[in-house]
């Protein structure tokens, strides 16, 4: 029986009135300090299971399920007894055990491995003292010591139907290699990690190019492939980010935190982008340490100057003109527009401003106040 099947009786026999409610881990955390009594796992203090309990202010809320990022609980109104809140407690907890057992009948060794791996990191990032290197027991025989390229996978849609991790894993294995793994994070998140020997291909496919291809080429260019795959064999809409290769055994909880920032801040200052490469994020990583009131007050000093700055034309000619590295010609062709007609934008923008972006020093300024405007005007 599900825990939803029984919310109905459950109000029955407490007589008030019971409601699910949703807490992020922090908030949750917060209650129980300031509750009047409340019930932990004495096995890890740290760890929020199924069953945990607190009381404050007439109200009392019991953990049913815990997701990663977040908890679902029950929210009773009124008095509930001790003996009651054991009895709930003791269902929970026992529920969540059957679920367990019968999952882990039906699960393949390497989901199996992927789960008891997806469990520590979690804890590792939910806890205080972080331990960065996995436990002997979780490394898999070994095979984690060796560099792999690690990718964070994030699913747009959370009305979509999730592909089961059999589903996910074959498909990776088709486009990457046999030997990747496969961890499942929180909700809609995959940390997956494929073999090095993909850099060695991925090169292979532009020996005739004068320029020798960097590692970071490599990368994004197998990023790029793989996120097309995704997008079009199976859950459509998603963001994808890679960082360099790493020994998982080693680095693993680090890369997760590197991969979900990189996410974050693509999302955050570039809207409508879903490859994310963390080396391309610096500036964007610094202008996100700087306190928001900060960076509003600046902002506003900016754009006090000018309006041009926020309208759609200029907005699309200093994107262009940025991403092709300053490149009057190249922004030209890439924007239709003849070489003149862009000369006269940027000579409008310097006049206006009197910040010329043909200028090194007056090109990271305009890029300043770009990402800031963004994130401002989303804000």
């Not at 949750?28 to 890890?44: F, G, P, R, T, Y």
Request: proline share 2%.
């Amino acid at each position: 029986m599900s825990t939803t099947d029984w919310l109905t009786p459950l109000q029955h026999i407490l007589n008030c009135q019971v409601r699910f409610v949703t807490f992020s881990l922090s908030a949750w955390k917060s209650l129980v300090e300031q509750a009047e009594s409340s019930w932990i796992n004495n096995d890890n203090r740290e760890v929020i299971t199924e069953g945990n309990r607190a009381a404050f202010n007439g109200k009392t809320w019991i953990v049913v399920r815990v997701t990663g990022i977040d908890l679902e609980a029950l929210e009773i109104e009124g008095e509930v007894k001790q003996a009651e809140a054991e009895l709930i407690t003791w269902t929970l907890q026992w529920n969540q055990t059957q679920q367990l057992t019968a999952k882990q009948n039906t699960l393949t060794e390497s989901e199996s491995i992927a789960l008891k791996l997806s469990d520590w990191i979690q804890g590792q990032l939910e806890s205080e003292e972080t331990s960065y290197s996995i436990p002997d027991h979780l490394t898999s025989g070994g095979k984690l010591f060796a560099e792999m390229i690690p990718f964070l996978l994030v699913t747009e849609h959370t009305n979509v139907k999730q592909a089961s991790y059999t589903e996910l894993e074959k498909l990776l294995r088709s486009f990457l290699a046999e030997d990747i793994l496969l961890i499942p994070l929180k909700n809609q998140e995959w940390l997956i990690w494929g073999p090095v020997s993909l850099l060695k291909e991925a090169d292979s496919e532009y020996m005739d190019d004068e320029d020798e291809e960097t590692v970071e080429d490599s990368l994004s260019s197998i990023c790029h492939g793989l996120y097309e795959m995704l997008a079009s064999e199976w859950i459509g809409e998603c963001h994808l980010a890679v960082a360099h290769p790493v020994s998982p055994a080693k680095g693993i909880v680090e890369t997760t935190l590197l991969l979900r920032e990189t996410i974050n801040l693509g999302r955050k200052f570039h809207v409508g982008t879903s490859i994310h490469l963390p080396w391309m994020l610096q500036l964007e990583r610094l202008l996100n340490a700087i306190p928001e009131v900060q960076r509003s007050r600046y902002l506003e000093h900016a754009l006090k100057k000018t309006e041009l700055f926020v309208e759609a034309e200029m907005l699309a000619t200093l994107e262009t003109f940025f991403s092709l590295d300053c490149n009057v010609s190249e922004t030209a062709k890439k924007l239709y527009i003849h070489r003149n007609t862009l000369l006269y934008r940027l000579d409008k923008l310097k006049q206006e401003t009197g910040l010329d972006v043909r200028s090194f020093r007056d090109a990271v300024l305009v890029k300043i106040i770009l990402l800031l405007y963004k994130v401002t005007k989303r804000n």
